[in-house]
């Protein structure tokens, strides 16, 4: 039978988690998001990534995502995918950067790959904020992070979109430690 529909969620303790107060500071942000990747790496149900979008003035949480590739059986469930998409799906709009809107910023525990780049260029989303590098991911984890162009800030920075790079990046490489520790799964696709 053909697939017609496709449906990601995230996990169920994220439903019950204590929602944040408006974050104002970055770093704060940051915790909150590499609190999200190491929750997801100590329950088994995913990957040792998480994204969040917020307003950038306000810090109001607007949604997370967390790395579900192996539970959900597809390499579409990145966290900063996933993110994105719910901050669409609440916001009720493709463009989160349209007219009349707050400057959205994507939060992520790690530098986006291949796949996330893409959905962040058509997101709309103003600013990105990421953790652990690219180059980190690969080295610790192994995970082929697909090509990206070596100008990436440049080419973000063309299309109105500012990065900030290597927020607490020694808390962002203890999450990914603690997910080789304890056994994940590198999922490359074989070739």
């Keep these: 039978m053909l697939a017609t529909t496709l449906t990601l969620s995230l996990p169920p303790w994220v439903r019950d988690m204590d929602l944040p107060a408006p974050l104002a ?3 704060d942000r940051m915790e909150f998001v590499l609190d999200l990747a190491m929750r997801n790496v100590d329950r088994g149900t995913g990957g040792p990534f998480a994204a969040a979008v917020f307003e950038q003035d306000s810090g109001r949480l607007i949604s997370v995502g967390v790395n579900r590739v192996v539970p959900e059986n597809t390499s ?9 998409g719910l901050a669409q799906s ?23 790959c291949a796949m996330c780049l893409g959905a962040v260029v058509w997101s709309g989303v103003g600013e990105v904020a990421y953790s652990t590098t690219s180059g980190d991911v690969i080295a610790t984890l ?3 992070e697909g090509p990206t162009p070596p100008d990436y ?11 900030v790079a290597g927020v ?9 430690r603690c997910y080789v520790t304890s056994g994940g799964i590198v999922y490359n696709a074989h070739h």
Excluded: N
């Excluded at 607490?168 to 990914?176: H, P």
């Design 90 to 112: 609440t916001l009720r709009t493709y463009d989160l950067g349209g007219p009349s809107r707050p400057r959205l910023q994507l939060v992520s525990s790690s530098q986006m």
């Design 25 to 27: 500071h970055l770093t």
């Design 168 to 176: 607490m990046r020694d808390q962002g490489l203890e999450v990914l």
């Design 142 to 144: 192994g995970f082929d």
């Design 153 to 163: 800030s440049h080419q973000l920075a063309l299309r109105g979109i500012s990065v």
């Design 76 to 84: 579409l469930a990145h966290a900063e995918v996933l993110a994105i």
